[in-house]
């Protein structure tokens, strides 16, 4: 569970920075893995909410709470064999594995639950790219903090300083927009006529070897 917030939706961790927010009209369902056996039962779902992905955790908060769930949180690192399922009929779904903490709510005997974020409103891959580029750099800096022994703070500090690092390109990018729009869109033309001959000759290379 996180701590609600009535401005910034729930309480920030220390250094946490926000990545990802879903569309409002996001599903989510938490049960057992399919081959669990046990006796203890799981099953908490919600139609409608927000997934909020940020640089240490993955929050889903629903729109409406109740008794069962009020919120739900899982550190990266906790996050398994994630995955995007595009079905033929439906939206796309966000699936992983978990592995729950101790003490937040779930029953000790499941060592890994399922998580399904189902995305009515587009969503799944963007989603899927900003975990697994989050979490990569977090188990990097992890490493490196065991390598040099100076502790799991480094994770957090490579975090704030690859966000900030983000966000000062797309200031840069935005200034060099104003102060040189006739240059910018001279650089978007030259960019999509060399996608298009790209694409030209690759589709040229292939009919060669087919005719050969």
């Known amino acids: 569970w996180v701590m609600l917030h009535e401005r910034d939706t729930f309480v920030r961790l220390p250094n946490e920075q926000l ?4 569309p409002p009209r996001t599903s989510f369902a938490l049960q057992p893995l399919p081959s669990y056996t046990g006796r203890d039962s799981l099953s908490l779902q919600s139609s409608t909410g927000r997934v909020y ?3 240490q955790r993955v929050v889903y908060i629903p729109a409406q709470t109740s008794k069962d769930l009020e919120s739900f949180s899982a550190p990266l690192l906790n996050i398994h064999d994630s995955h995007v399922s595009s079905p033929f009929f439906g939206p796309n779904a966000w699936i992983a594995l978990v592995q729950p903490v101790a003490g937040g709510g779930i029953p000790p005997s499941l060592a890994a639950v399922q998580l399904k974020v189902t995305f009515k409103e587009g969503g ?3 989603f899927h790219n900003q975990f697994e ?4 750099r977090l188990q990097h800096a992890v490493e490196i903090s065991r390598e040099t022994g100076r502790g ?6 490579v975090q704030v300083l690859t966000i900030a690092a983000r966000e000062i390109l797309r200031e840069m990018l935005k200034v060099f927009q ?6 910018w869109g001279h650089l978007q033309v030259m960019r999509r006529s ?3 001959a790209l694409l030209m000759n690759s589709k040229q290379g292939y009919v060669k ?4």
């Open 19 to 22: 990545i990802y927010t879903s």
């Open 53 to 55: 992905l940020t640089s």
């Open 124 to 126: 799944a891959f963007e």
């Open 133 to 136: 580029r989050i979490k990569e």
């Open 152 to 157: 799991p703070e480094i994770a957090a500090q």
């Open 178 to 183: 104003k102060l040189a729009p006739n240059l």
């Open 194 to 196: 060399s996608s298009r």
């Open 209 to 212: 070897q087919t005719e050969m």
